[in-house]
């Protein structure tokens, strides 16, 4: 796993999201915060990301609710519109993650230099947004197509939320067989929905299976639990805490994004 070190520059990598506003065609989308608007907010979350010491950054589509199995050509174009004009600001690695749309995501990272995509590529699930079917051959190939296989890693939501895998499979043969036939550069292990906890067992589980592969805790992270969860994994993936009031739908906090980053610092 040196990848890690030489992307992020640092062991046990704290990536935080950058959440997109409601874009063009979304259901939330409000005409009077238009793409001009959502640039300059995205822009300041990087900022505050940035000058509060995360290591790294996932751009994701996180308000385009309720999610679509196949993304629109208009969100993709307003995503990297977005990444676009904001690129010249971005001083850490950053991913993408279009939600939930792994042929999108690896699209985007095409054309915007992105060093790895997040998203759920393994599996079948029984899910708010109706049967959720994947396709990792298809996925995987579509590096290759757009010759990424030596640029892009792969971070595979193996617990997605707001989904339950549709089958009796015992959570470590999930693992044990996603490892095998998919080669996942990062695994990334999920609450239930976005700023929920998970179950620390799952992380102990999972990394007495595996040591080789990346472990990354995928949402639920904060100031309280971060000491008990970092030790049992490579880096994690973080939104909710690190915004005003540690609410979803709020900007990102610059003082809450350096606090959190203090401990961190010397958990590592």
Not at 4 to 23: D, G, T, W, Y
């Amino acid at each position: 796993m040196n990848w890690i070190k030489e992307m992020f520059n640092v062991e046990k990598p704290i990536i935080a999201m950058c959440h997109l506003q409601a874009l063009p065609g979304d259901p939330m989308y409000n005409d009077t915060c238009n793409m001009d608007r959502i640039v300059e907010l995205a822009r300041r979350d990087i900022t505050s990301l940035q000058e509060g010491g995360v290591d790294g950054i996932i751009f994701s589509n996180e308000f385009s609710l309720p999610y679509l199995k196949h993304v629109e050509a208009i969100t993709i174009a307003a995503m990297a519109r977005i990444i676009g004009e904001i690129k010249p600001n971005i001083k850490l690695p950053y991913g993408i993650n279009c939600m939930s749309d792994p042929i999108a995501s690896i699209d985007l990272a095409a054309v915007t230099d992105a060093s790895f995509i997040r998203e759920v590529m393994t599996g079948i699930y029984s899910s708010d947004y109706g049967l959720w079917d994947t396709d990792v051959g298809k996925t995987v190939r579509h590096v290759y197509t757009r010759r990424l296989e030596n640029k892009l890693k792969l971070f595979f939501n193996i617990l997605p939320e707001s989904a339950k895998y549709l089958g009796c499979r015992d959570l470590s043969d999930i693992i044990c067989s996603t490892i095998f036939n998919t080669k996942a550069d990062a695994m990334c292990v999920s609450g239930l929905t976005a700023g929920r906890e998970i179950d620390i067992s799952i992380l102990k589980k999972i990394r007495m299976l595996d040591t080789k592969t990346a472990l990354f805790c995928n949402t639920g992270c904060n100031k309280e639990n971060i000491s008990a969860i970092l030790p049992l994994c490579d880096g994690v993936i973080i939104a909710t805490s690190l915004k005003m009031d540690g609410k979803f739908e709020n900007p990102i906090d610059k003082n809450r994004v350096s606090d959190f980053m203090k401990i961190v610092k010397y958990i590592r």
